[in-house]
T-cell receptor
Framework: GQQLNQSPQSMFIQEGEDVSMNCTSS?????WLWYKQDPGEGPVLLIA?????ELTSNGRLTAQFGITRKDSFLNISASIPSDVGIYFC???????????FGTGTSLTVIP | DAGITQSPRHKVTETGTPVTLRCHQT?????MYWYRQDPGHGLRLIHY???????DKGEVSDGYSVSRSKTEDFLLTLESATSSQTSVYFC?????????????FGQGTRLTVV
């Protein structure tokens, strides 16, 4: 299947700092999605991107669909303790019925 | 969020027994998916359905079967559970495969095979 490389694997930051994470694929996608998962819960959709170059915000979160269509970025500004969790990227290409997922970035926010 | 309910939420079963997990959705989404989540592997697709009675295999389908007799229900069966199938299982749904589509997840089922 498609390989999505997500980095970093984990981050430990101070409250108030900004966070950046990214996801790259081996092939072109036409949809990029970003999810957050809290312990014991299912992933919750944060941001959806559908066009190369698209920049979309959801509160303190901003995500971008890379120009090459093989990558996407998520930024969190002014982190707070409730940002703690695992963030997943997901992508979909034009040929299949599947969503492909990155292995996640574990975020810890130190108060 | 789509109304997606997984049952049971937790299950412990013995090696060799059959197990069925249920996913129920209230959003009339066409596509339904079963994933397993394991440390270091992220979410891996087991099987998916693109309509009633229409299913296909995913990346890790061995030892699993699925059925979809109604739009709202997607069942995952472990035919003879093994310890390697201890995992957290997530169901997801998607409206369709048009350009702007998203996947929505249930809360998961934690399965332990002893």
């Amino acid at each position: 299947g498609q390989q999505l490389n997500q980095s970093p694997q984990s981050m430990f930051i101070q409250e108030g700092e900004d966070v950046s994470m990214n996801c790259t694929s081996s092939s072109i996608f036409n949809t990029w999605l970003w999810y957050k998962q809290d312990p014991g819960e299912g992933p919750v959709l944060l941001i959806a991107l559908y066009k190369a170059g698209e920049l979309t915000s959801n509160g303190r979160l901003t995500a971008q669909f890379g120009i090459t269509r093989k990558d996407s970025f998520l930024n969190i500004s002014a982190s707070i303790p409730s940002d703690v969790g695992i963030y997943f990227c997901a992508g979909k290409d034009s040929t299949g019925n599947q969503f492909y997922f990155g292995t996640g970035t574990s975020l810890t926010v130190i108060p | 969020d789509a109304g997606i309910t997984q049952s049971p939420r937790h299950k412990v079963t013995e090696t060799g027994t059959p197990v069925t997990l249920r996913c129920h959705q209230t959003e009339n989404h066409r596509y339904m998916y079963w994933y397993r989540q394991d440390p270091g592997h992220g979410l891996r697709l087991i099987h998916y359905s693109y309509g009633v009675k229409d299913t296909d295999k995913g990346e890790v389908s061995d030892g699993y079967s699925v059925s979809r007799s109604k739009t709202e229900d997607f069942l995952l069966t472990l035919e003879s559970a093994t310890s390697s199938q201890t995992s957290v299982y997530f169901c997801a749904t998607s409206p369709g495969l048009g350009r702007n589509t998203e996947a929505f997840f249930g809360q998961g089922t934690r399965l332990t095979v002893v």
